[in-house]
């Protein structure tokens, strides 16, 4: 049983989230403004992209790790549909079956959260939202240390790295890019990035004394889009807090002061109906670190 922890009460004042959980497959339970769980059970875009294979593993961990946070808001209400898993190396459809599930989860007006597996995820996510609300622009914050705006190669397909690529293809991209790496970019990609119109902050530029152009940055991204969608790549922060990555960064950010005022910052935002977390690899993890930062951040979300 995965959805488990310290029983203090049946009370409300007493509930941890494992208390709140349901396990669901009928969308048609889902109610405006609950909290919809799937896991994206998939490194096939990581292996693909010649990253460390395992994050597949990830979405239970990080469910097991979530469970035991208290329930801080009295109307939280949480649905789990399970993972979606890619057994055939048919990445882009196991893609298209999640993008099937956000659309009828936002469509219902939840909030949609996918717990990956590969950043492969991100076009997935998008796609879903996309579905949902085709005539409106849609805002992506993607907190990373790449652009993950690869060309897919010939004869391999889409990857975790060319998530942001493909979704410039199908139109104007809205997109701001936090926590990028000078040392995990090449300048093909910064160029990239440019040609796209792909707005980004450095990881350089996550400073207290400069919050206050890190929030302008994202308020000017929200006013011009109708939703946000936030991706998390677990790969942005530094190998000592997070060392269960596909793609490690011993010089990554922390979740530190400054990460916590503005991701706070972005999860207040009315607009925000989706997130993700990606890119968490237990076989590399020690003591489950990158699990239980990946679950204590989507908990920020249901603190809000």
Request: charged share 25%; aromatic share 10%; glycine share 8%.
């Amino acid at each position: 049983m995965i959805w488990q922890g310290r029983l203090d009460g049946e009370e409300l004042l007493f509930h941890r989230i494992f208390q709140r959980v349901k396990e669901e497959s009928d969308y048609g339970k889902i109610s405006e403004n609950d909290f919809v769980i799937h896991g994206f059970a998939v490194d096939e875009g990581v292996q693909r992209n010649k990253g460390r294979v395992g994050a597949r593993e990830a979405p239970d961990i990080i469910r097991k790790n979530m469970s035991n946070f208290p329930v801080i808001l009295p109307d939280f209400s949480l649905l789990d549909f399970g993972n979606i898993t890619c057994t055939d190396g048919n990445l882009e459809k196991t893609q298209a079956s999640l993008s099937g599930k956000v659309s009828e989860v936002l469509r219902r007006k939840g909030k949609s959260l996918v717990l990956g597996g590969g950043h492969e995820v991100t076009y997935a996510h998008y796609s879903g939202i996309k579905q949902a609300f085709p005539d409106k622009k849609i805002g992506i914050v993607n907190i990373d240390a790449h652009f993950d705006n690869r060309q897919p190669e010939s004869g391999v397909g889409a990857t975790s790295g060319t998530g942001f690529w493909q979704i410039a293809q199908e139109g104007e991209i809205h997109s701001l890019h936090i926590g990028i790496q000078r040392n995990s970019n090449t300048l093909k990609l910064f160029d990239t990035a440019h040609q796209l119109g792909m707005k980004y902050i450095l990881s350089d530029e996550l400073f207290f004394e400069n919050l206050p152009s890190v929030y302008q940055r994202i308020n000017e991204l929200a006013d011009e889009v109708d939703y946000l969608y936030v991706t998390i790549c677990m790969d942005v922060f530094n190998a000592s807090i997070a060392p269960g990555v596909s793609a490690a960064a011993y010089n990554g950010i922390f979740a530190d002061t400054v990460f916590m005022h503005f991701f706070r910052h972005l999860l207040k935002n009315d607009k925000l109906v989706a997130l993700d977390v990606a890119e968490v690899n237990p076989a590399f993890d020690i003591q489950e670190r990158t699990s239980r930062l990946a679950a204590s951040l989507v908990n920020e979300w249901f603190m809000i």
